[in-house]
């Protein structure tokens, strides 16, 4: 199956400072991306749509200036967590379709701890 | 409001016996249901979708549009089965997936 990789796969910052999570599409080109957050023994929540080449789609409730979402390219998509504060800390998932309703691939998630 | 609803958090049987992973949906349309999987510090995975009406690993899950349940079922489980399971949902809305709040299924020896 195709392959999604985030980076990286742990990160502790400090609350006022930002982190940027990688996501690629290893073995495949992906127009649109997604990001998901999981919180302990919680489920996925869709957190925005990433369209290449297009600004991202947030899902009501989460904050765009907090959540930067870039889709520069057909294999990259990029969150950054601005001013990161504690109850930031949680587990971020990015997901790629090679086309429309077709299956999704995940990354292995990174987990973003803010001390 | 589109709606997963996985209602155990948590089901533990012995090995052999058959499992039932529970899923309702509230969705307008009809949406793609599909079932993800997560081993033990694993990545999430793909198990089944309904369209494909196909067995994986022995698992089968029916999509029921008069009950809206898409449960997911095996005869005899087995301790490698032991992990989190997704019911997820996908409208016509470009790939977004609504998911359950997820199910634990520990198989014992």
Excluded at chain 1, 63 to 82: C, G, R, Y
Excluded at chain 1, 89 to 112: D, H, K, M, P, W
Excluded at chain 2, 82 to 91: K, L, P, R, V
Aim: net charge positive.
């Amino acid at each position: 199956g195709a392959v999604v990789s985030q980076h990286p796969s742990r990160v502790i910052c400090k609350s006022g400072t930002s982190v940027k999570i990688e996501c690629r599409s290893l073995d495949f080109q992906a127009t649109t991306m997604f990001w998901y957050r999981q919180f302990p023994k919680q489920s996925l929540m869709l957190m925005a749509t990433s369209n290449e080449g297009s600004k991202a789609t947030y899902e009501q409730g989460v904050e765009k200036d907090k959540f930067l979402i870039n889709h520069a390219s057909l294999t990259l998509s990029t969150l950054t967590v601005t001013s990161a504060h504690p109850e930031d800390s949680s587990f971020y998932i990015c997901s790629a379709e090679v086309a429309l309703n077709t299956e999704a691939f995940f990354g292995q998630g990174t987990r973003l701890t803010v001390v | 409001a589109q709606r997963v609803t996985q209602p155990e958090k948590l089901l533990s049987v012995f090995k052999g016996a058959p499992v039932e992973l529970k899923c309702n949906y509230s969705y307008s349309g009809s949406p793609e249901l599909f079932w993800y999987v997560q081993y033990s510090r694993q990545r999430l995975q793909l198990l089944l979708r309904h369209i494909s009406r196909e067995s994986i690993k022995g698992f089968t899950a029916d999509l029921n549009k008069g009950e809206t349940s898409f449960h997911l079922k095996k005869p005899f489980a087995q301790e490698e089965d032991s992990a989190m399971y997704y019911c997820a949902a996908e409208g016509n809305q470009g790939g977004k997936l609504i998911f359950g709040q997820g199910t634990e299924l520990s198989v014992k020896p």
